[in-house]
């Protein structure tokens, strides 16, 4: 039996070369109404196995599309300073943790014209629309904890609205970033303990932390393991602020223990506050199989701290995305990657909910093709929810064949409308985003 991790083999192995080729291939039709950047961030590690599938080098992947075709495609590694061979302290010299040691490997984001490669330990990292380094951002000084790969966006006001956490008090503290890229507030917020946080939701006027039961544990942190384990008598509560307000606002409401890694979204109805998430009975190992994550629904009273719990679909999935525009508003729609039964972390098809209706369809790739993240990206900045592409890379193991995708969002079982040929493999990697040339 191999001893090789799943994620240094097959769909996952890393490759090692940076690339630039212009004018794919494509089967079908590359949509003319699609002007912009495909931008994809995944570890790629460069240095052996790492350890963990979370551990590798960033590698960051763009394809553009324009005017009907895929006119380039090109990766590169994110020059961090450990991707560069320097020598890395994860400890500064005050006792806090090198904000700059980061593989900046999970999620790429827009923000007031800046592109930020991200990992929850760290700072962001800027990258260029040529996927060229800029360096770490720490916003004019103002921020000095971490800075989670998963911020969200406010299409009302512009903000960027995120969190870092550590195992280092502050245990969790709350960043508001403008619309001009300024951060206006970085702002610790009270928890009892440090556990993993890897994602959060905002609504239109407030945000929610999810303090779930996966506690840092230093002991085991001191034998080489992952630090993070479950403990249920630590509880599970959300916490939801006013996005203008302080630890002081907070208000904790206690759950069902469980893990989320990944919200779909959060929003405000009839004075309620709703939020879709994958729900973990526990924290999934790392091949996302030892308890399945089911779509669920939390439905929270604010005037009465009650919470009520609705599962939504009953397949495991991950990596839900919705219209970015609708962050923190009532969605419709939302999509999600299934997870195929068995060992192992292998992908099978893309979700497409419909979450007032309570109807799913599925898209298929076909035998031995695994999907990655959907990313929804519409027609045009006005377009109506729905109205649009999902664009999903895909990895043919058995070909060595990787394509983007792009699937017609309101025919979503059908043909894709394109499959723009990878000129090489693209390994499964986390996150990415459609970053357009006009928002
Ligand atoms: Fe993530």
């Known amino acids: ?183 206006v507030q970085s702002e610790a917020i009270e ?14 006027n407030y945000v929610i932390f999810m303090d779930l039961p996966l506690v840092f544990k230093m002991e085991e942190a001191m034998a080489g393991n992952m630090p993070y384990v479950w403990d249920d008598s630590y509880g599970a509560r959300l916490g939801i602020m006013p996005r203008n307000g302080g630890n002081a606002d907070v208000k904790w409401v206690e759950i069902e223990p469980c893990y989320v890694v990944h919200t779909l979204n959060a929003f405000e109805q009839d004075g309620k506050i709703v939020l879709d998430a994958a729900r973990y009975a526990e924290f999934p190992d790392v091949s996302f199989n030892s308890s399945p994550g089911l779509m669920n629904r939390w439905t929270i009273d604010l005037a009465n701290s009650k919470v009520t719990e609705e599962i939504l679909d009953d397949r495991n999935c991950d990596f839900p995305r919705l219209d970015p525009r609708l962050e923190g508003l009532h969605n419709r729609f939302g999509y999600s990657t299934e997870f195929a039964d068995g060992p192992g972390l292998e992908m099978k098809q893309l979700i497409k909910y419909d979450l007032d209706a309570r109807k799913t369809e599925t898209h298929d790739f076909g035998e031995g093709v695994a999907p990655g993240e959907g990313v929804f990206a519409g027609v045009a900045p006005d377009c109506g929810e729905d109205e649009g592409f999902i664009l999903v890379m895909t990895c043919d193991e058995g070909r060595q064949q990787s394509e983007l995708q792009i699937l017609d969002a309101q025919n979503f079982a059908g043909d894709p409308v394109a499959r723009v040929q990878m000129p090489q493999r693209v390994p499964v990697g986390f996150h990415g985003n459609w970053a357009p040339d006009v928002r």
């Open 1 to 183: 039996m191999s001893e090789t991790p799943f994620y240094m083999q097959g769909n996952f192995k890393p490759i090692e070369t940076e690339v630039s080729f212009e004018e794919l291939e494509v089967i079908g039709e590359v949509p003319a109404a699609l002007s912009g950047h495909f931008l994809r961030n995944g570890p790629n590690p460069t240095k052996g196995d790492p350890g963990h599938w979370f551990f590798g080098d960033g590698m960051l992947h763009a394809i553009r599309l324009e005017n009907g075709h895929a006119t380039s495609y090109r990766n590169r590694f994110i020059k961090t300073p450990s991707y560069l061979g320097e020598e890395v302290e994860m400890v500064d010299a005050n006792g806090q943790m090198n904000r700059y040691a980061t593989t900046a490997n999970t999620h790429i984001v827009e923000h007031a014209g800046k592109l930020l490669a991200l990992a929850e330990s760290a700072f962001p990292v800027e990258v260029t629309r040529d996927l060229d380094t800029v360096g770490a951002v720490d916003f004019d000084g103002v921020l000095k904890t971490s800075f989670t790969a998963h911020p969200k966006f406010c299409n009302k006001t512009g903000e960027m609205l995120a969190f870092g956490y550590s195992f280092l008090p502050p245990y969790l503290t709350y960043h508001r970033v403008d619309a001009q890229g300024k951060m």
């Open 191 to 204: 928890v009892p303990g440090s556990t993993m946080m890897h994602d959060f939701a905002i609504t239109e």
